[in-house]
């Protein structure tokens, strides 16, 4: 499907007749944004995604999961709109690898506040989709003060339960759907397997490195465009449901509608606080 204030209820993204098109807002007009859309903002991150993906991996999954999200909206009758990327995360466990750029936990979640209460001055609602596990805990401290201060701010992950952590099957079949020409097949190594949860430990101590030499949790080899472009209408169809249909939890985060039985997804990457 992915082509290329403070309530515990997540209200429906708002109903307006057709205005322009949803993914070209940085190409709107301003009066074209005075009737308030619900503004979807993509958080993506620049850092290695081993040797065979590019460094802005994240960004292009938040962009397109953020966009077709909003295609689907717009059909059912939403007045949504999808801001520019935030292309810059906390990405501190990948420092140790070149072309990683990180600006930290505190950093982009003080660029998040700030956005939330810029665009608080004409929207009425604002959705973060994050496409980066190691910017969750910025993601959830932003959204937590912004809803604390009466805002209707909330957030989803573009990711799909159980898969692998970073820069494996999920990610590599999902960049082979949405941009093959930046994916290097012939370069793809098998990394580091196993739980996520039995690495932490060393991750957490050492950053990515620590347990893997490549950059790479999971197994590239494996992956196809096809099963990529299923993923991304996966994750398209969640994020969709979640911010017309979701409840936000106390972590500002926009739950599965009740009619679901999926496990929250998760983003592709390193879980939040490992460094």
Not at 156 to 174: I, K, L, W
């Amino acid at each position: 499907m992915i082509t290329g204030p403070g309530g515990s209820g997540g209200p429906s993204a708002r109903r307006t007749p057709p205005g322009p098109p949803a993914s070209s807002f940085a190409r709107w007009t301003s009066p074209q944004a005075e009737g308030g859309p619900t503004l979807i903002v993509p958080v993506g991150s620049l850092e290695q995604h081993g040797p065979h993906l590019p460094l802005d991996t994240d960004s292009v999954i938040a962009v397109a999961a953020a966009t077709s999200a909003a295609e689907l909206l717009t059909a059912g009758g939403e007045y949504v709109a999808v801001a520019p990327v935030v292309a810059y995360g906390a990405s501190g466990e990948h420092q140790d690898f070149a072309g990683t750029v990180s600006i930290g936990r505190d950093v982009l979640t003080a660029v998040l506040i700030e956005i939330g209460r810029s665009v608080g001055t004409w929207t009425t609602r604002l959705v973060f989709v994050n496409a980066h596990g190691g910017n969750g805990a910025a993601v959830r401290d932003a959204v937590r003060l912004l809803r604390a201060e009466s805002r209707d701010v909330s957030w989803v992950a573009a990711g799909v339960p159980g898969g692998d952590a970073h820069a494996g099957h999920v990610e590599t079949s999902m960049m082979l759907h949405l941009r093959p020409a930046s994916v290097h097949m012939d370069r793809a190594v098998r990394g580091t397997g196993g739980a996520i949860e039995q690495l932490l430990p060393a991750l957490r101590e050492g950053g990515v490195r620590a347990v893997s030499p490549t950059g790479v949790l999971g197994d590239p080899r494996t992956a196809d465009a096809q099963d990529g472009a299923r993923l991304c209408g996966l994750i398209a169809h969640d994020v969709a449901d979640r911010i017309r249909h979701g409840c936000v939890d106390d972590a500002g985060l926009l739950t599965a509608p009740a009619r679901e039985t999926v496990a929250s997804p998760q983003p592709p990457g390193v879980p939040a606080g490992s460094r």
